[in-house]
């Protein structure tokens, strides 16, 4: 059998000393056979992983979120192209990589609700090399955001968290008073002037907690479910709506057509304000649910060295600071908070985050498959009718 | 097979590949899948008829598939019964298309923009409630205009119309003017000849826009959705639910293909009508 390469000999060919390989003949022809199969057959293979930084990196983010403009001398720098794609819902990002096909993406981002379900069941998420993202360690991130539950077990780092926000009540204050609980929107005269935004990782927790269930979410019994959403029936029938985007919420709001919204994204006021329209974010007695963003590179990715670069440029305060005013969003590199304006520190408190995660906590997804609790597919059929109004 | 066969099969061949790669493959690989199982994403072969058992039982299913329904089927006979006489003027009256094209016209904007222009006329700041706002003839905004099933029939309507009018005038071009000429020297009434002699002459051009439109309507998910307000649930919306967030991919199909049934019902259940009210006589005239 024919040897391989040492890394000599590649180098040496690297610096054109082809004179030191001593190619045979023999050898020659070997390897310009294998070239033109390497050629023929590539297409039907799996492409190797790159081994350095550089290359063609496949991104696929939320939009906006993959800020390659700003990244963009980092890029120049190391010459590095993209290729975008965007997530329009979660499920995009596990639709692209399961399967016997799956897409060749080098980096995407999960919600911190889908990380046990991506990595123990549906198997599409790499371990991260974390000698390789220096910026992620204890001394730049915030506690909450190193090292926890949703991105690090068995020793393993499955994702960098580098984005996150709330999900809560907001208000138009020039329509009603100030809400102090998500039951203030069952007031008779709000009838027809709220709006559901119709995303489960938020909607699903507050749900729980309205109807007295928040402690035990996700894990409650189907009985249990069942009362939920017989609570959330009063919700329905106070809506106007169930708002499948941020962009429809601002767009309600801006119409005049409702007052308030039901787990709500705390940057919809200052989205709003861009369209005139004066609103607030309020944490209700029931609390509010943070989103955390991570970033992962897929089983399927192929310039892995890059992926792995691309998320440590992400983590640099600078970078940081240049997301969270963008995106509306919060940093997870405490450095970065010096370098942001005044309205984007203002979005969240800074100060105290261990506060903010006790009333806002991350919240996972309801357990696949379960004989002792409500199922995942429990949830959506109960949501589904829902909004059906059954 | 002779050279104009031959020739014919080869023109054909580009379009019937795609639809047999593109259409007829992926639907016979989805017939098959509705019979496997699921489990968190994962597929299982099987055979069994439990998704069909499961989409049949779920009452949520069944009332979304009666909305979807309702939905399609007024909208159809709406942009029909609107479409046809200016179908006619433009086929009868006018020897310009202008007014086709002027019709044609909404088509080269964003179907979006098109749904968000109505709430921008429907809204509670919207141009119908503003006007009559300052005209003083109400005090409070009018909230029944938008986000209930008539402004999703009002909106789809808008957006329906420029293909019913394209399959009416289609099918008016081939009504020879001496037909109706005749009609009435025999002294049939306007009533009279459109029963008598258009209709029976446009059929399947009626048929075929309204049932394509039906169809369209009734699987369009982005408007009832932006429109609809609590109605806005259709069967495409729950048929896309568990392809994407529940991940069950063989009852997403089982859906898929009992509506797939209850369409073609609907279209033989139209044809029949039509041909038990003598208004189909399958026979041509020109």
């Excluded at chain 2, 001496?178 to 209709?199: E, H, N, R, S």
């Amino acid at each position: 059998m024919r040897r391989m390469w040492t890394h000599e000999e590649v180098r040496a060919a690297a610096d054109g000393r082809y004179s030191e390989l001593l190619l045979s003949r023999r050898r020659l022809l070997g390897m310009g056979a294998a070239a033109t199969g390497a050629a023929a057959l590539g297409p039907f293979f799996p492409r190797a992983a790159r081994a350095e930084v550089g290359g063609t990196l496949r991104m696929m983010t939320w939009q906006g979120f993959d800020m390659i403009g700003d990244a963009q001398p980092w890029l120049d720098a190391n010459g590095v192209k993209t290729e975008l794609a965007t997530i329009t819902a979660q499920d995009d990002v596990q639709a692209k990589f399961l399967g016997g096909s799956p897409v060749p993406i080098d980096l995407t981002e999960y919600n911190q609700a889908y990380n046990r379900f991506y990595v123990d069941e549906l198997d599409i998420i790499r371990p991260l090399e974390m000698d390789k993202i220096p910026n992620y360690n204890k001394d730049n991130i915030f506690p909450g955001f190193y090292q926890g539950e949703r991105w690090y077990w068995d020793n393993t780092q499955w994702g960098v968290p580098f984005t996150w926000g709330l999900n809560s009540l907001v208000y138009n204050p020039a329509m009603m008073d100030k809400p102090t609980s998500y039951k203030d929107l069952l007031k008779p005269e709000l009838a027809g002037k709220i709006t559901i935004t119709d995303e489960i990782t938020g909607t699903w927790p507050i749900a729980a907690r309205v109807a007295g269930f928040g402690a035990k979410y996700p894990n409650v019994t189907r009985d249990e479910l069942a009362e939920i959403f017989e609570v959330m029936k009063e919700y329905r029938a106070q809506s106007k709506t169930f708002s499948p985007s941020n962009g429809d919420i601002i767009s309600l709001f801006a119409a005049g057509d409702i007052a308030a919204c039901f787990n709500c994204w705390s940057g919809i006021p200052f989205e709003a304000a861009k369209q005139g329209v004066k609103l607030e974010y309020v944490i209700p007695e029931e609390g509010a649910v943070m989103w955390c963003d991570a970033w992962f590179t897929p089983r399927a990715a192929e310039n892995i060295d890059t992926a792995h670069a691309y998320i440590n440029e992400t983590l640099k305060p600078e970078y940081q600071a240049k997301l969270a005013k963008a995106t509306t969003s919060g940093c997870v590199n405490h450095n970065a908070v010096a370098l942001m304006d005044e309205e984007t520190r203002a979005l969240f408190n800074y100060d105290d985050l261990d506060s903010v995660f006790k009333t806002s906590p991350l919240e996972g997804i309801p357990p696949r498959e379960s004989d002792e609790f409500a199922t995942y597919d429990d949830w959506v059929r109960a949501y589904e009718d829902l909004k059906i109004g059954l | 097979m002779s050279p104009r066969e031959r020739s014919g099969l080869a023109l054909m061949a580009p379009a019937a590949g795609v639809l047999v790669f593109l259409f007829l493959i992926p639907t016979l690989i989805l017939l098959v899948f509705s019979f496997w199982l699921s489990k968190s994403f994962v597929l299982i072969p099987a055979f069994t008829g439990e998704n069909y058992m499961r989409a049949l039982q779920s009452s949520g299913f069944i009332a979304v598939m009666l909305n979807s329904l309702k939905i399609g089927l007024i909208t159809a006979t709406v942009s029909v019964i609107l479409s046809y006489p200016m179908a006619v003027f433009i086929v009868f009256k006018t020897r310009t298309n202008l007014f086709m094209y002027l019709v044609l016209a909404s088509w080269f904007t964003s179907y979006l923009v098109r749904i968000y222009g109505w709430r921008m006329i429907l809204g509670s700041n919207g141009l119908i409630n503003s006007s009559l706002l300052a005209a003083g003839l109400i005090d409070q905004p009018l909230d029944f205009l938008l986000y209930n099933a008539v402004a999703v029939v009002v909106a789809m309507t808008h957006v329906y119309i420029p293909i019913t009018l394209l399959m009416l005038v289609s099918a008016l071009r081939d009504v020879s003017p001496d037909y109706i000429a005749a009609a009435k020297d025999l002294g049939a009434g306007p009533m009279q000849t459109f029963l008598g002699v258009t209709l029976p002459m446009i059929n399947r051009g009626l048929i075929s826009s309204f049932m394509f439109t039906c169809i369209l309507a009734a699987g369009d998910y982005i408007t009832p959705q932006l429109l609809g307000g609590r109605t806005g649930t259709t069967v495409g919306l729950l048929i896309s639910n568990q392809f994407r967030q529940s991940g069950n991919w063989p009852f997403g199909a089982s859906m898929a293909f009992i509506s797939f049934v209850v369409f073609v019902a609907l279209y033989f259940a139209v044809v029949v009508g039509f041909r038990v009210a003598r208004l189909a006589p399958y026979r041509r005239y020109h």
